[in-house]
């Protein structure tokens, strides 16, 4: 195998060209072959591998730095860069991040996982390199989905006016994880050569390249002459960029010839390559947006392997229903459709359905806009994304109490996506927003029970739910709910454990059948059900708060609060994560670390007197 070779990028420059495009079917089928085990995102890295090895063989990584947006489709550059041996644990337990991290290689340039940073990271970088008369070349690597993040158009309009040398390519496939949206999407669809005359080019290419390479060169940059002056009306030219492009992402051998041409041009020059999401693997070449982030699957027979069903499927089929019941409903996902469970939604009611693209603070004061004109917006966001859209909750629309529904999927650690995905600071940084209601249902009936309440009830309310699955419930079910009132599932004799959201599950397990402890799911943190708190602590109860999220800033922070302001000392312990980022692995090991499962619960519940077994036994 070439492969074997190749152990660090010095290596893959003394690759033929035939060799390197056998190193690049080679990484096509460990990608392919880890995928099928792990998971991960296979259909972006497959995308990607002729990229990497031209630039791995043009650039000289680590000095030259190569930043990867997103870097999700960075799987073969991890091959490349000394990683080969242990790419098999790749967002595994112990194993090697999905993503590019700083600490994780000398050749990741930046830590990533959340989109449309590279650009902003590089032009920092170029003032750094120039700043300290430093010499190498800095190349961005960035998709068209990433390109529709707010952070990368902004990091554009910098590089632009710095006119600092780099390098920027823009890796389109017209897909982000559904079909890419926007006015850019569709503005880069207009400058893509027509695929009958991208292959009549290619053939034309090979024709002209075998009588004279030289007559080749000629005509190649004639005709990149020709686009650059055919597309004067390239917003690329509003922000300053020589545009290269659009161009074959995956002939090797141009991209090689390309690269060498493009890291001598001063000033920031971007490059746009039109790629296949998926490329080299029929299933995901077909169905890149399922193949984008598979379970592992059998290589040989890729079928679609179900994932059960899941709290954003109890959402999606949640909201589907109730835009028949409230007509005013509006749903928005900063382009993550599948993930928040809205394809159904999107198909029936596609007139009350947004997209924004790669851009959660666009998508939360485009709420608020809504909220403002009559209509009642749900935000379906994942608590990490979220975190771009903070201000715009305090400033858009929690200051004048917007009929916002914020619906906070994958709440608590999420597992292979690691430390940049983790949903557990929301609670921290909503509880304080004034007006912001913030609940978290135990399973689908809560969830549409919540849904249902907060769109009557209006002014901003954040429904949190984790990434896992739940109990399917029959269409149609709407039951009520007690609006801050938490529910009393187990009673208990001297202690009681008081759980929000997915911890739950603990609570019910450390409790078992002991007839000392209780259970409550405290399914309301804004508004806390301050009288049953009160009623516990004056009644002597030990209390155990247990939430995955931070502890800082998290549930058992309110309750400790609330019990300041009432002037109560009950016996009471805060379960919550530490002060640490969680990388990715096992979500059980990581409970387990952080002290918020039922093992944790039963040593806490110990720590104060109270009599316990083993999890989820009597004493
Ligand atoms: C701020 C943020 N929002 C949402 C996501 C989820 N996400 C991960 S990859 C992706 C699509 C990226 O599309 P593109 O940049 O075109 O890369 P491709 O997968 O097509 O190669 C999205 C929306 C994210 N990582 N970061
Ligand atoms: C790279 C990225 O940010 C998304 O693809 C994310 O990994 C999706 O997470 P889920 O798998 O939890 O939907
Ligand atoms: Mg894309």
Redesign the pocket.
């Known amino acids: 195998m070439v492969l074997d070779k190749v152990n660090s990028p010095s290596d893959l420059k003394a690759l033929s060209e035939v060799e390197l495009l056998v190193l690049a079917e080679e990484l096509r089928s460990e990608i392919i072959r880890v995928c099928a085990q792990n998971g991960g995102?296979l259909a972006s890295s497959l995308g990607a591998v002729e990229l990497i090895v031209a630039l791995h063989k043009v650039f000289d990584s680590p000095r030259d730095r190569i930043l990867f947006d997103?870097g999700?489709q960075a799987y073969a550059h991890k091959i490349l860069t000394g990683r080969k041996g242990v790419f098999h644990t790749i967002r595994q337990e112990g194993g090697i991040s999905g993503?590019t991290k700083v600490s994780e290689s000398e050749h990741d340039a930046i830590t990533v996982?959340?989109?449309s940073t590279s650009l902003a990271n590089a032009i920092g970088m170029a003032i750094a390199r120039d700043t300290l008369g430093e010499d190498y070349q800095i190349v961005s690597v960035i998709g068209d989905g990433a390109l529709t993040g707010g952070m990368a158009l902004a990091a554009l309009n910098v590089i632009g006016e710095q006119q600092r040398k780099m390098l920027i390519v823009l890796n389109d496939n017209e897909m982000s994880?559904s079909e890419n949206v926007g006015a850019l999407n569709r503005f880069f669809k207009e400058l893509q050569i027509k695929k009958w005359v991208q292959d009549t080019e290619k053939w034309g290419r090979g024709v002209l390249e075998t009588i004279s390479p030289r007559l080749f060169n000629l005509v190649d940059r004639a005709k990149e002459a020709a686009k650059l002056v055919l597309h004067q009306e390239n917003p690329f030219y509003a922000w300053g960029l020589r545009y290269v492009g659009p161009v074959d992402g995956h002939n090797l051998k141009g991209l090689i010839h390309l690269f060498q041409e493009l890291k001598e041009l001063d000033g920031p020059t971007i490059l746009h390559i039109v790629t296949q999401k998926g490329k080299g693997y029929k299933v995901a070449e077909a169905d890149p947006i399922y193949w984008?982030?598979p379970p592992g699957f059998d290589p040989e027979k890729p079928e679609k392997v179900s994932k059960g069903y899941s709290w954003s499927a109890a959402f999606g089929d949640a909201v589907t229903e109730l835009a028949h019941l409230e007509p005013r409903l509006f749903v928005i996902t900063p382009a993550?459709r599948e993930?928040s469970g809205l394809v159904k939604y999107s198909q029936t009611h596609p007139s009350r359905y947004l997209d924004t693209g790669i851009c959660e603070d666009v998508a939360a004061t485009a709420a608020a806009g809504m909220a403002l004109r009559g209509l009642k917006p749900v935000l379906a966001i994942?608590s990490t994304f979220m975190q771009r859209a903070y201000d715009q909750i305090i400033h858009d629309i929690a200051i004048e109490k917007l009929d916002v529904v914020l619906a906070v999927d994958?709440a608590g650690i999420?597992g292979g996506?690691g430390a940049t995905?983790n949903g557990v600071f929301d609670i921290a940084y909503l509880r304080t927003v004034p007006g912001v209601q913030i609940a978290a249902p135990k399973d689908a009936l809560e969830l549409r029970a919540m849904l249902k309440k907060a769109l009557e009830l209006g002014g901003p309310v954040a429904i949190r739910y984790a990434?896992d699955n739940v109990e399917r419930v029959p269409e149609g079910s709407w039951p009520d709910i007690e609006w801050g009132r938490w529910e009393v599932l187990k009673e208990g004799g001297k202690a009681y454990i008081l759980s929000f959201g997915k911890t739950l599950k603990y609570a019910l397990e450390a409790a078992g059948d002991n007839p000392e402890v209780g259970v409550i799911n405290a399914r309301f943190l804004k508004p806390l059900d301050r009288e049953l708190l009160e009623k516990l602590a004056l009644k002597g109860y030990k209390l155990v708060t247990v939430e995955d999220h931070q502890k800082m800033g998290g549930f058992g922070s309110a309750v400790l609060e609330a019990l300041s302001e009432m002037g109560l000392k009950p016996d009471i312990r805060v379960l919550g994560l530490p002060d640490v980022f969680f990388d990715h692995g096992s979500i059980p090991r990581m409970h387990r670390e952080a002290g918020i499962d039922a093992a944790a619960i039963l040593e806490a519940l110990a720590q104060m007197g109270v009599r316990v077994g083993e999890v989820g036994t009597a004493d």
């Open positions: 995102h997103v999700h993503f996982g959340h989109a994880i984008h982030g993550m993930g994942y994958r999420v996506d995905h990434r």
